[in-house]
């Protein structure tokens, strides 16, 4: 009976596999603009958050241990895709990604256009693109708790993305 619980009501959305990804162009917070087309060759971890989502705030020390681990190699990018759309989303993240010490890429979603266009219906949703710029796999919903356990996940998709 659980089983069929969690299958019902596993949350669901984002990019079909093996699809090549959609294009993603936006502000980021380092005040350059991302273009994801320059990024070819490249195995990209985009993970679609939100500062005010309790699994994402679980998440994100993964991904800045993962970005940590890969921010020299030239063969990987771990980056990241706000959806805040307070008016003052740009400061909130700022002061948010500044308190908890976090230096992984931001771009900004406020509109949520990147976020249709990558049919995100939750978050945190973590979608990882090979270097030949197609859909490795879609990750949604917090898929462990534990930060080792998170690290290794993002890791082996990574693996597998190459």
Not at 83 to 96: C, E, H, K, L, W
Request: overall charge positive; glycine content about 6%.
């Amino acid at each position: 009976l659980l089983v069929t619980v969690f299958i019902l009501t596993r949350p669901s959305g984002g990019p079909s596999t093996g699809q090549a990804a959609p294009a993603l162009q936006g502000p980021m917070l380092s005040g350059k603009n991302f273009d994801i087309e320059s990024r070819r060759g490249q195995v990209i971890v985009l993970d679609f958050w939100a500062t005010w989502c309790p699994p994402c705030l679980r998440s994100l020390p993964a991904l800045q241990k993962v970005h940590a681990h890969y921010k020299d190699n030239p063969t990987v990018l771990i980056a990241s895709v706000n959806i805040d759309s307070t008016p003052d989303y740009a400061a909130r993240v700022r002061g948010f990604m500044k308190s908890r010490k976090f230096d992984f890429p931001v771009i900004f979603d406020p509109g949520k256009r990147i976020s249709n266009r990558y049919k995100i219906k939750t978050v945190p949703t973590m979608v990882i693109i090979d270097s030949k710029g197609h859909v490795s796999s879609v990750h949604t919903g917090l898929y462990s708790s534990s930060t080792d356990r998170l690290i290794e996940h993002i890791e082996q998709g990574i693996e597998q993305a190459k």
